[in-house]
């Protein structure tokens, strides 16, 4: 992980956001080749899944043909939203506070291990990447007991890194930031959303909130949408953008970020139907990842078990990913597939309806009126062929694309070996994402500055550029340029060489296979979309 956080800085994939200042915990900003790599997968998504859809046709496992359409809702809304969403009452993670730092932790992830010594037993806690977990805990450790690194042998570590939810008691804890133990509060709730004033005057009734997910504006806008466009159930309405959370500790690079972007669907399906279109998008999301390069051990699907779930589900499955910065046998979420019934399109029209009650009913506040009233708004759908009359249910495939980026990244690091100039092997380090995700696709040379080659190559570059991102580069050793490319992550490398001036072709170098094939200068544009496409 190290190494591959230091590439990200180094070729400007990502750098941490405001960083001359010192940085700002949770945010990030994607450098030249980072923006198009995230740019490259949005696009992805939403070619794969809105606008190169096929109406007309039952893709492979769904129940029938479905229509998709897109929309871009704002970030700020209507406060009511929020609060028929759920959002208000209940998206909060528990916190505990050190009392020594003054500093504020999410209970479920600060991680740590008894350590003995002599009759003594503290659980020492640190935020440390896993890989350095042991290390980190060893060193707080010695210190507490005022022990110097020679008697590291003193003292027993635990196996087991357990995170602090999991604990009884926090008395015998040493918080990640504390000298003394027993410092750390009892967990409380902290709601993760960012709040914000509407207008000059700043009233109560004008706070309002950062988007926690774009979810929301898809059903608020449901009837627009339905009033709009023609689309018929089944249908799904896709919007990537913004969201913004509180996070009590973001970590792991982009993994936890404060602000982060998401790529939604609400795909709405008569009740009777649900259950299929559910196997339907959870499979097919899956199958997506892997399209794109992220497949074998490191991709798994993890279906909720019903305990899980809220009732009015039949289900909710995640796709996660090994990160490589955590425990060996952990993933993180990637995308969430759920089942949401039809709990937010009453909510919106009703209000806020109470998950816990069976059939669902609005939730009532201490005077026995709706507690968050609904826009009064009929969301339901009729259909014009069978007349029937119902509220659609929702299956909400729910993606992240800086989480995304970040796994095709980590897939896509790979460490060796190819030959130099002299056919002598070295180690190389390059990135290989899948074609349609490399930020460059290709990179254009002149083998040297001279002999008439750098006109052919630019010439070239000129007609690749009206159709792909490509770059071209002069400077240096043939090697060398291979190598940078290599690290962007570029796909293929066509270089203009001495024959290229008498039979008018050029070489492409494959960036994984390290083959290099002759095509003809006028076949390259066709050549570079089909190995795209491929
Ligand atoms: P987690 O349990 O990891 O906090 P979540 O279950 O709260 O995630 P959802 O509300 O289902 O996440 O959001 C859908 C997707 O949005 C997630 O699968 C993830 O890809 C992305 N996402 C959520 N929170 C963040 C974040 N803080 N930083 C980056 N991406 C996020």
């Known amino acids: 992980m190290d190494a591959l956080v230091s590439l990200c800085k180094r070729r400007g994939f990502l750098f941490q956001s405001s960083e001359i200042y010192g940085g700002v915990q949770g945010f990030w900003d994607y450098g030249p080749l980072g923006v198009e790599l995230k740019r490259n997968l949005k696009d992805a998504w939403w070619q794969d899944m809105i606008s190169g859809h096929n109406e007309l046709t039952a893709p492979a496992g769904a129940p029938s043909p479905f229509e998709m359409v897109g929309l871009d809702c704002t970030i700020l809304m209507h406060p009511q939203v929020w609060k028929c969403s759920g959002h208000y009452d209940l998206f909060h993670d528990y916190m505990v506070d050190c009392r020594e730092s003054k500093k504020r932790y999410r209970h479920d992830q600060v991680r740590g291990r008894y350590v003995e010594y002599q009759d003594q037993k503290v659980f020492v806690t640190t935020l440390a990447e896993i890989e350095h977990e042991v290390d980190e805990i060893r060193r707080r450790a010695l210190k507490f007991f005022k022990l110097r690194a020679k008697n590291a042998d003193d003292i027993t570590i635990g196996d087991e890194s357990i995170t602090l939810d999991k604990l009884d008691s926090h008395d015998d804890v040493l918080g990640p930031d504390a000298k003394s133990v027993g410092t750390l509060t009892e967990p409380r709730e902290f709601n993760l959303m960012f709040k914000t004033t509407l207008g000059a005057l700043g009233g109560a009734d004008d706070t309002t909130f950062l988007r926690p997910e774009t979810a929301q504006g898809i059903f608020v806008n449901f009837k627009n949408v339905l009033d709009s466009s023609r689309v018929r159930v089944p249908f799904g309405i896709g919007q990537v953008g913004k969201s913004f959370r509180n996070e009590i500790t973001p970590r792991n690079f982009t993994f936890r970020s404060r602000e982060?972007?998401?790529?939604?669907?609400?795909?709405?399906?008569?009740?009777?139907?649900?259950?299929?279109?559910?196997?339907?998008?959870?499979?097919?999301?899956?199958?997506?990842?892997?399209?794109?390069?992220?497949?074998?051990?490191?991709?798994?699907?993890?279906?909720?078990?019903?305990?899980?779930?809220?009732?009015?589900?039949?289900?909710?499955?995640?796709?996660?990913?090994?990160?490589?910065?955590?425990?060996?046998?952990?993933?993180?979420?990637?995308?969430?597939?759920?089942?949401?019934?039809?709990?937010?399109?009453?909510?919106?029209?009703?209000?806020?309806?109470?998950?816990?009650?069976?059939?669902?009913?609005?939730?009532?506040?201490?005077?026995?009126?709706?507690?968050y009233r609904g826009s009064g708004k009929d969301l339901t759908y009729r259909d014009d062929i069978t007349n029937e009359k119902y509220v659609p249910h929702v299956i909400e495939p729910s993606a992240g694309a800086d989480r995304g980026a970040l796994a095709f990244l980590c897939e896509a690091y790979t460490e060796d070996e190819a030959p130099d100039e002299k056919g002598k092997l070295q180690t190389r380090t390059v990135m290989k994402l899948h074609p349609r995700l490399a930020p460059i696709k290709a990179a254009v040379f002149p083998l040297v500055k001279k002999d008439g080659m750098p006109e052919i190559a630019q010439e070239i570059y000129a007609g690749l550029k009206q159709h792909f991102n490509v770059f071209y580069d002069a400077k240096g050793a043939v090697g060398r340029r291979y190598r940078r490319q290599d690290e962007a992550g570029t796909p293929y490398c066509i270089t203009v060489d001495g024959d290229s001036l008498t039979d008018k072709t050029v070489t492409i170098r494959d960036r994984d296979s390290l083959e290099q094939t002759r095509i003809k200068i006028d076949d390259v544009v066709d050549e570079i979309r089909s190995r795209i496409l491929q």
């Open 260 to 371: 982060f972007e998401q790529m939604e669907i609400e795909f709405f399906c008569h009740p009777d139907q649900s259950q299929e279109w559910y196997r339907y998008w959870r499979d097919r999301r899956m199958a997506w990842y892997t399209e794109m390069g992220l497949s074998g051990e490191s991709l798994i699907m993890r279906e909720h078990e019903q305990s899980e779930l809220a009732h009015y589900s039949v289900g909710t499955a995640d796709i996660e990913y090994a990160f490589p910065f955590l425990p060996e046998g952990e993933y993180g979420e990637l995308e969430g597939i759920a089942h949401r019934g039809d709990f937010d399109l009453r909510s919106h029209m009703e209000g806020k309806l109470d998950p816990a009650t069976n059939p669902m009913t609005v939730q009532l506040g201490e005077d026995g009126k709706p507690k």
